[in-house]
């Protein structure tokens, strides 16, 4: 690989820029801080507050916090039933928490192809893989650009099936006009720092479901319950619980809620911002024939969490490996998401084998992950996108060219 002063002398910035980085001001340090000098630094108020808080940003009724959006995935997955024997469908194109949480449950995962132009799930793709054996589907808002819900629930709906959204890019995201979150049978969040925003580690899932509710409730602490009417014995005295579900601990510290609550009163400007750079990105990308931008459904209204950079293999000389290489060597630190989940040998050795989503497996060649988070200034924006420009002009070919 040539080095990248062929590529123009110098990079252009000598500082180096990463895909993701968390925003944390002030107010969030004050919110943390207030936690931390009270009497309760986890199971106290800010749990509920923080879960409230949820339900007024999104329209559902009720949200449960958690650990993180692994958690949040495993106990949705647990909450639908899901179990030995059964299959739930998924995307390749996502982190691997999605499929795993089906094998926590010890069903199997099923890989559905994505659309390749918005790279989300494609609902025809799950529908031909439904079988009597389907209980759920994990559908993943990709980038924060939403899945097709409606044909994606009224499938569901007919088949007995339920809807989870993993919606760890999609806080933010409308789907004609109605919140992601209030919309499939449980929506789960996450709120790791490279996310929009952050607990440090945390995670949600929200639902419209009561039943759901109490079992999310359940799962979350241990399986146990204060409460008489879930109980089998009569309480044997003020201190008397009963465990009545296998539950795990996915429980959040107030101090992660504290500083949750606190982001989420900048979810309007990070959303803003966002937005901003997308059409920073696509306007500088438009006219390059090296370059695919990723195509916007008008039906999501979405707050974009990764800008995917799509290469043209047919007018580039090079592959992704040289051009990912070449950004590094003008300091702009880029990622790949996602793998597809079967290609980890865990996975083979469960025996899933290449080739199952042919439109997945070409999208993984040819894409890069350019920075995009709220604190990036115009300049770095810039910087990117002449960055990207300078590579795809140097390293581009005729469409007739070999
Ligand atoms: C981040 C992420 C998760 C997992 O969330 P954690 O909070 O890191 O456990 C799950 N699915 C997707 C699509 C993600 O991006």
Not at 58 to 80: D, E, F, P, R, W
Request: hydrophobic content about 35%; aromatic content about 10%; overall charge negative.
């Amino acid at each position: 690989m040539d080095k990248p002063a062929i590529c123009g002398g110098i990079p252009v910035r000598d500082t180096k820029i990463y895909y993701g980085h968390q925003y944390i001001d002030e107010d969030d340090i004050r919110a943390v801080a207030e936690v931390l000098r009270s009497n309760e630094i986890t199971c106290g108020p800010k749990i509920k507050e923080l879960e409230d808080k949820l339900c007024r940003i999104t329209g559902a009724k009720y949200a449960v916090a958690c650990s993180n959006g692994t958690a949040a995935l495993h106990m949705a997955a647990m909450a639908a039933g899901v179990q030995e024997g059964d299959e739930v469908i998924t995307t390749p194109i996502t982190f691997a928490a999605s499929a795993n949480c089906a094998l926590y449950c010890g069903a199997r995962p099923v890989f559905a192809d994505i659309n390749e132009e918005t790279y989300n799930i494609d609902p025809a793709q799950v529908e031909a893989l439904t079988t009597p054996k389907t209980k759920a589907v994990v559908a993943v808002d990709f980038t924060g650009q939403s899945v097709e819900l409606d044909r994606l629930l009224s499938h569901c709906r007919a088949n007995h099936m339920v809807l989870i959204e993993d919606g760890a890019h999609v806080i933010g995201t409308r789907y004609k006009g109605r919140c992601n979150g209030s919309i499939a049978d449980m929506t789960t969040f996450s709120f790791h720092p490279v996310k929009t925003v952050t607990s440090g580690e945390g995670g949600a899932v929200l639902t419209d479901n009561e039943e759901y509710y109490r079992k999310l409730l359940l799962y979350r602490a241990h399986g146990i319950t204060r409460d008489p009417g879930q109980m089998s014995h009569e309480p044997e005295g003020p201190w008397y619980y009963e465990q009545v579900a296998l539950g795990m601990n996915y429980r959040m510290t107030d101090i992660q809620a504290a500083l949750l609550i606190s982001q989420l009163d900048k979810l309007p400007v990070f959303s803003q911002r966002r937005k901003e750079i997308v059409k920073a990105y696509d306007s500088a990308f438009a006219g390059l024939p090296q370059l695919v931008v990723q195509k916007e459904i008008p039906e999501s209204d979405t707050t974009r969490h990764l800008y995917i950079l799509r290469l043209n293999p047919h007018r580039l000389r090079i592959g992704r490996k040289e051009f990912f290489e070449a950004l590094g060597a003008e300091n702009i630190c880029c990622n790949v998401h996602y793998i597809p989940t079967y290609y980890f040998p865990y996975y083979e050795k469960l025996g899933y084998q290449r080739g199952i989503c042919p439109k997945a497996e070409k999208l993984y060649e040819e894409m890069i992950s350019l920075p995009l988070y709220y604190a990036m200034t115009d300049q770095d924006v810039q910087d990117v996108a002449r960055a990207v420009t300078r590579i795809a002009e140097f390293y581009g070919k005729g469409p007739d060219e070999a």
